[in-house]
């Protein structure tokens, strides 16, 4: 998991003041995920190389096929782990109400963050329909809650097989897909927000639709940051640097660089 220290986001509410209370909850969620990991997460990927190469061979997401194995009672800590640690820093009645949700056992929380893994709303819609929460609630706090455990999972993967076996648009682990472009000299990776794993792709091609023949950068005029666009499928994604990722929190530089999506979203772009 990318971590930054408490100074940095201290130095960047100062830089960024009109984005103070966002970057205090980009602060606290991180606190909160790495103090979940002072336990380490028990059990990491137990599938065997052949088992991987197959996988990644098929585009299939490596935590889909294989249910990061955490016993039932560490994913009920985690999320309650992170939903306690933002309620602390930032309560509000709806976080409250989920917290006591959590301590009293009316989750289930495995089946909840599975869902939250792959992206399947509807169950999540009805879990929270039954909790008097908004379904929006539940996705945050699981995905802040999932984003330990996978980056855990992903460490436990070789990276070597990863980056031979996988030219995908979407995430090698969780299957997303990607926030940022990260251009290199000849070549580019991708960068996933759920579990901050990084993975090459071809520079020229669209990671959506795949398309080579209908590439595109946009700047934006007042920040220059560049875009890369497809005409073919209206796709857009932000590139940022390495060393910006290094530096800066990507929650952050996903508020930092809005403007550049708000700009290519009046182009047509999506
Ligand atoms: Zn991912
Ligand atoms: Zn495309």
């Keep these: 998991m990318l971590a930054y220290t408490p100074e940095a986001y ?14 205090g909850l980009i602060a606290v969620l991180q606190m909160a995920q790495k103090s979940v990991l002072v336990t380490p997460i028990e059990t990491p990927c137990t599938l065997e190389t052949a ?13 889909v096929v294989d249910t990061p194995p955490l016993s039932d009672a560490r994913w009920a800590s985690v999320l309650t ?16 109400h989920l917290l006591i949700q959590l301590q009293n056992g009316k989750v289930d929380v495995p ?8 992206q399947n709303l509807e169950p999540i819609r009805e879990v929270a329909d039954d909790l008097e929460v908004e379904p929006e609630t539940l996705t945050f706090y699981g995905s802040a809650a999932l984003l330990p455990v996978l980056s855990a999972y992903a460490q436990s993967v070789d990276q070597q097989l990863l980056q031979e076996n996988w030219l995908q648009g979407y995430c090698p682990i969780c ?22 794993t990084q993975w090459r792709y071809p520079p020229c091609q669209c990671a959506f639709c795949r398309d080579v023949t ?11 940051i560049e875009v890369e666009v497809c005409h073919t499928c209206k796709r857009f994604l932000r590139q940022v640097s390495d060393e910006q990722l290094a530096e800066i929190d990507p929650a952050l530089l996903d508020l930092l660089t809005a403007a550049a999506s708000v700009h290519v979203g009046t182009l047509g772009f999506h």
């Design 81 to 96: 782990e992170i939903v306690g640690t933002v309620v602390d820093h930032f309560p509000t009645e709806e976080g409250t």
């Design 214 to 224: 209908a590439h595109a950068f946009v700047e934006e005029p007042e920040t220059g």
């Design 10 to 23: 201290e130095r960047w509410k100062t830089a960024y003041p009109e984005l103070s209370d966002q970057i």
């Design 51 to 63: 088992d991987i190469q197959h996988a990644l061979a098929s585009g299939s997401s490596l935590a």
């Design 175 to 196: 299957g997303r897909e990607p926030l940022f472009s990260l251009p290199g000299d000849s070549t580019r990776s991708l960068f996933c927000n759920q579990c901050h």
């Design 111 to 118: 089946i909840l963050m599975l869902d939250v893994l792959d």
